[in-house]
């Protein structure tokens, strides 16, 4: 929830439901995957994550919101394979070409995100955008995505690990869904709760980068608001008490049924901190 003083204005139509106050914009948007929006060489879901980002594009520019902060990615059957290779890295390639189409940094610049599996439905994308820049922050303990190698697939995934953005009277660091994952490498296989440290070892280097960054980024875990996505709800007991021994029993954590991105990945980790800024 994003809490503002200002008049919101609201729209919806082809796809997409907004929401502004001032220089932020959320908004989500909806593509079904059609044979229809299908490209020369391209697969369905391929063209519907490319569709998906034409849109956040098109709105983001209608509104004159230059900057994407923060992106949600969900897609059905996240880790199927279909027409010969894994969705997800289906989504990764119509997502770099809608981001390359429009003329937009592909790696470094780039907003912080998740991206998640749905049981079914239209790939959905949603979104916060906004007039400041997103100074986008990356893992030292990780490879950063747009730069895995093509084991991974054939386009590699647009996201940074987390963007911090300095509002008048707030300063805000996204983490991005964050995984059990150092170098390029995927740890733990079958070990939830070792995954589950792993991935917050992860946010612990996000932390330390954003406070030697900003000043206003200094964010211990404990002061953090969590969004945990588990993959089977048999590992939630553990995953819970893991998080809770790293962060404390009060901040606040949901925890959420998903798929996520890789198969062998039981967890996602993701976070937002807030800081009301000094005058
Ligand atoms: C990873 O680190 C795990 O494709 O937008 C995390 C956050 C992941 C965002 C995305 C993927 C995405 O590669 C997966």
Known sequence: MWRSDGPV?????HGVSWARQGGVLFAVVEV?????LRGADETTLQAAGRVAYEKVFALAASQGIPHLWRVWNFLADINRETDGLERYRQFNQGRQH????????????????????????????AFLAGFQPLLAIENPRQISAYDYPPEYGPASPTFSRAGLVRLDRQAVLFIS???SIVGHATLHT???????????????????????????????????TYRVYVRHPGDYAQVCDVLRS???????????????CRSELLLEVEAVGFREARP
């Open 9 to 13: 204005e609201t729209g919806t139509g």
């Open 177 to 179: 869904g964050t995984a």
């Open 32 to 36: 079904p995957e059609a044979v229809a």
């Open 246 to 260: 790293r962060v404390g029993a009060v901040a606040p954590a949901i925890f959420l049924q998903a798929d996520v």
């Open 98 to 125: 809608a981001f390359m189409a429009a003329g937009r940094a592909v790696r470094g610049a780039v907003p912080a995100a998740s991206a998640l599996g749905l049981a079914g439905g239209p790939v959905s994308v």
């Open 190 to 224: 079958g070990d939830a709760a070792r995954q589950c440290h792993e991935s917050l070892d992860n946010i612990e280097a996000l932390l330390a980068r954003a406070a030697e960054i900003s000043p206003d980024a200094g964010f211990g875990l404990s002061e953090l």
